[in-house]
């Protein structure tokens, strides 16, 4: 039995699981958790990696392998291959008024047909400016630049040199700089970000393509985190709505949107397709800091939240904390709406946390449907959809039916699937049965008017 390992490293934590390459079977799993913060140096990650894969009972009987990762992040290397500065991670927002001026000068048509997405404060291509202007320095220090998971997938093979990184397509497409159309960077686009095109960029490996570490395990390409959970899902059918640390909906599409007002990204897929993408930088947060406001663990804010009557008596929550991607309004802030002496209850505040973290996602299933994406089925997974209140809630926001997984490693579980692809070939990846795990059926009316309020109070923000 050939065994095969997966890799998610994420914002919040590294994890690694390992499968069987032929069935897909979990043999067995461990998790490390990531610094805090929206900059952190990527030796962090390793050490979190060498801790999950050590709690997973170690690699050494492992075939292959593949890493996922967080997207867009920004990594300079020297010419020494040693790390600049700190990486910059997708959700670290000080590069918001980059993203606008790269917009104003080129276009916001322009960049969707050509990388198939707007800049925005997330994305590398908007960093890249940001550091050419405020750390001209470090920008002159720069010779490569990388992903979290094209690093990390160049530490585990034990490379020094720059001129060795690789990375995948999926991962590439959230750059700003790669027309995943035509396989290739744009160079333009980096010299009018950074006034400079002689940058090393990672090579771009095909979906099944691999290298090796110095022992002769097999290196699969790795990918993207939210390309890497819908290979690890194989829901093709159905929109997948991941809520992590960001909330994000997507499905695979056979040719890569161009949105012009930047709501629906065009990245590419972990195999030759394109995944259409919408994202909110608030997810799972909402319901950790609403929960500690009211002195509560999660389990506890579900239950409130299931106990307000839907709509939360006309309490909203916009729960814009970390500033939004989804409207791109990067400096705003959370605010509650509709209180008043009756309505100010814990419960009703743990709703609208819940239907305002989900009104989120829902107009990004808007966006999708307006791209003639169907959304008359969603796969709800991440951190959040972990609580019972959050899959129960959802179909009244979303207003289609909604299924729920048991709790899993979907990032994972791609990267795994992946591996297992390197390590046999071809053109399609291995069929892996579908997860052999209770899967909930939630339906139910869409609740139009809670989805109204949530737009009349998010408006105040574009109003500003």
Partial sequence: MALVAGVDSSTQSCKVVVRDADTGQLVRAGRAAHPPGTEVHPE?????????SAAAGGLDDVAAISIAGQQ??????????????????????RSAAAATDLVDELGASEWAQRVGLVPVASITVAKLRW????????????????????????????????????????????TGYFDSRHGRYCADLIDLAMGRADLVLPTVLGPSESTATTSGRRVGAGCADNAAANLGLTADTD???????????????????????????????????????????????????????????????????????????????????????????????????????????PA??????????????AAGLDALSAHGIPTNGVHLIGGA???????????????TAVRVPAAGEYVADGAARQAAWALRGGDTPP??????????????PAATAVRDRFRTAASKYLER
């Fill in 44 to 52: 962090h990650w390793w050490h979190a990696f060498v801790e999950a």
């Fill in 348 to 361: 009703n505040i743990a709703r609208a946390a819940v239907e305002g973290m989900l009104c989120g996602v």
């Fill in 385 to 399: 959809a972990a609580l019972p209140a959050v899959g129960r809630i959802a179909p009244t926001i979303f207003g």
């Fill in 431 to 444: 069929h892996w049965p579908a997860h052999a795990r209770a899967t909930e059926l939630y339906e139910a």
């Fill in 131 to 174: 550091l050419a202007t405020h750390e001209p320095e470090n920008a002159a220090r720069t010779a490569a630049v990388c992903l979290p998971h094209d690093w990390l997938t160049w530490r585990l093979r034990g490379e020094r040199d720059p001129a060795t990184l690789t990375t995948d397509r999926s991962d590439a497409s959230g």
């Fill in 72 to 93: 867009h992040g920004l990594i300079c290397l020297d010419d020494s291959g040693a790390v600049v500065r700190d990486a910059l991670l997708w959700n670290d927002t």
């Fill in 239 to 345: 929109v997948v709505v991941s809520l992590g640390t960001s909330g994000v909906a997507c499905a695979v599409s056979a040719d890569r949107p161009a949105d012009p007002t930047g709501t629906v990204a065009g990245f590419a897929d972990a195999t030759d397709r394109y995944l259409a993408l919408v994202c909110t930088l608030n997810a799972a947060r909402v319901l950790e800091a609403t929960a500690r406001m009211l002195g509560v663990d999660l389990r506890c804010l579900g239950e409130l939240a299931l106990s307000a009557p839907p709509g939360a008596e006309g309490v909203v929550m916009v729960p814009y904390l970390d500033g939004e991607r989804t409207p791109n309004l990067p400096t705003a802030t959370g605010a509650l709406h509709g209180l008043t002496p009756t309505t100010m209850t």
